[in-house]
């Protein structure tokens, strides 16, 4: 396991830290990101997903309802989800973490994956966000190379 760690100051921060954070990232790969609710995990993800440029910043939003969102273009193709929601190992089962997996340069950003073992079990990576003072955040990326 490899590990940095980062502050960030603002969602301005954040969102370019996506570029550095997308630079570590090498798919296939799945990534854990924990934090609570407003820790900046969402937002994150929308860095990366820039910084990929497989999505704009405006286009990725919270899966928090429909569990998956799903961005591709020639470098990624990149699953984002949010497992809030869920409770059971059998609704982990059906979203096919597996099969995601196999999707050629796949990188899958799972919020909220620490709550279930076959999802740790799965994971290359884990960004843990914390929150500090007003906006600030701090990140700890930890990866396997
Ligand atoms: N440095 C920061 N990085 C990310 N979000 C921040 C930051 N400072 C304040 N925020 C706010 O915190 C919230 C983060 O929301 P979101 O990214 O959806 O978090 P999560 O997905 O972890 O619940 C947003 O309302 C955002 O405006
Ligand atoms: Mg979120």
Redesign the pocket.
């Known amino acids: 396991m490899r590990e940095k760690r980062f502050k ?4 301005e ?2 969102l370019a830290l996506g570029q550095t954070i997308a630079e570590i990232l090498r798919p296939p790969m799945l990534v854990i990101l924990r ?10 993800v929308k860095g990366i997903a820039a910084a990929l440029g497989a999505a704009v910043e405006e286009d990725v939003t ?1 899966p928090t309802f429909t569990l998956v969102h799903e961005y591709k273009n020639e470098r990624v193709h990149l699953f984002h989800l949010d497992l809030y929601r869920l409770e059971t190992e059998e609704q982990i089962a059906v979203l096919g973490l597996e099969e995601m997996m196999t999707e050629p340069n796949a990188l899958v950003l799972v ?1 909220w994956g620490e709550r279930f073992e076959s999802v740790v079990r799965l994971a290359q990576g884990e960004i843990a ?1 914390e929150q500090g003072e007003g ?3 701090m990140l700890q990326v930890k990866w396997v190379s």
């Open positions: 960030t100051r603002s969602v921060g954040t934090g609570e609710v407003g820790a900046g995990k969402t937002t994150l919270s919020e966000m906006d600030d955040r």
